[in-house]
């Protein structure tokens, strides 16, 4: 079925509890950016990978974008991440909690599922309101979209150094092919294995 709501769009309120926005400070990086992501677009741009009459309701949409967020943000796991979001309001807050949540929220098996069913086109929509974000909060200059960068230090490359034992050999091919056209003898300068004389 459809992804649930996140607990934050229940206008229903509880008589004995505090809501998450009167516990935090609304000027936390954390508080800022829940406010500007525009998190209706990830329902719209994932609600087609769900079928609306089959199983039981998904997790909702805007808590599994959250923690991917927290996860990479913070480079953890996924079973750091939820368990760490049990402790931090400002992780609720951000995922759409409305009040502060004792029990994790799913089992961390979940994003591991949630990743694939989102696959590569799904990390499209994450990074660009990222950037929108980003921009919206004046973290991002205009100015810094128009030039990508590539840092390629970690690809593997097919580059021989001059240390490299293979590099001689070929040398040691060159030299012997130059020698053999002026009509040069070529002496083995290698010493005998049992110390007699270079022959």
């Known amino acids: 079925m459809k992804p649930r709501k996140p607990s934050s769009q229940d206008p229903q309120g509880h008589l004995y509890r505090v809501e998450l926005r009167q516990l935090i400070d609304l000027e936390h990086p954390l508080a800022k950016l829940a406010a ?17 009459g089959n199983g039981r309701p998904a997790i909702a949409t805007r808590l599994m974008v959250g923690l991917h967020y927290l996860k990479h943000l913070y480079q953890l796991s996924d079973e750091d991440v ?11 807050h951000l995922c759409g909690s409305k009040y502060f949540e004792h029990e994790p929220p799913i089992h961390p098996t979940s994003m591991t599922k949630w990743r694939g069913k989102i ?18 909060l004046k973290i991002v200059k205009p100015q810094s979209l128009q030039r990508v960068v590539v840092d390629t230090t970690v690809q593997p490359k097919a580059v021989a150094y001059p240390t490299d034992a293979k590099l001689y050999d070929d ?22 294995r ?5 022959r």
Not at 171 to 192: D, K, N, Y
């Open 171 to 192: 040398m040691r091919r060159r030299l012997v092919r130059m020698a053999q056209r002026e009509g040069l003898a070529c002496i083995s300068h290698t010493p005998s």
């Open 119 to 136: 696959a590569a086109a799904g990390a499209e929509p994450l990074l660009a309101e990222t950037i929108a974000a980003g921009l919206q």
């Open 194 to 198: 049992f110390g007699g004389k270079a």
């Open 36 to 52: 500007v992501v525009d998190w209706k677009r990830f329902d719209e741009t994932f609600s087609p990978l769900y079928d609306p």
């Open 82 to 92: 939820v368990a760490q979001w049990v402790e931090n309001p400002y992780w609720q």
